[in-house]
């Protein structure tokens, strides 16, 4: 069975040609479009839906950066362990922390601007996190890319957190 990079033929890497991606996908989708199948036995429906369903599948997964990640690591063997392996950095633990009394403060002080200011960090985290995960990815260091991913989606998790004291706050 064809991994998702080969489903588009695109190389097996982090950074992808989004607009490649996408004309690709469109093709998988044209090839696998109901309309297509309208005559077709129930069989040949059945296929055709399980591949449109499929390139979905691929197509969610690559277009989004933390999801790519992911699946690179998986697809060279490395087990994410995200439910069991919570271990971090200490340097990246005392930032959980200052993040968190950051949001409570700003939660309890209903201080839009020290939201606002908490965001800011969050989208600057994510950015170097992300390209640190490129480059351990390109290096093919899966293992140290793991980690990189477990960082991520703490990071993804706590945006949504500071979303909800947003709204919150905002009512």
């Not at 998702?4 to 004309?23: G, N, S, V, Y």
């Not at 369903?53 to 060279?76: D, G, M, S, V």
């Not at 700003?106 to 839009?112: M, V």
């Not at 093919?140 to 004291?165: H, P, S, W």
């Amino acid at each position: 069975m064809q991994n998702h990079f080969e489903l588009f033929h695109l190389p097996q890497r982090f950074e992808i040609d989004t607009e490649a991606l996408d004309r690709a996908y469109h093709e998988v989708q044209n090839q696998a479009h109901p309309d297509r199948f309208a005559s077709a036995s129930g069989a040949e429906k059945r296929v055709a839906m399980q591949w449109a369903t499929r390139a979905n599948e691929a197509y969610k997964t690559l277009k989004n950066p933390l999801a790519r990640a992911k699946y690179l690591c998986e697809l060279n063997g490395v087990d994410l362990q995200v439910e069991s392996n919570t271990a971090m950095p200490p340097a990246f633990l005392m930032q959980q922390m200052e993040w968190r009394e950051k949001l409570e403060d700003a939660h309890a002080g209903k201080d839009i601007g020290e939201l606002e200011n908490l965001e800011g960090e969050l989208r600057a985290a994510r950015k170097s996190e992300l390209a640190s995960l490129a480059a351990t990815l390109n290096a093919g260091d899966y293992q140290a890319a793991a980690q990189g991913v477990r960082r991520m989606m703490f990071i993804e998790k706590f945006e949504e957190e500071v979303a909800r004291v947003f709204d919150l706050v905002s009512e």
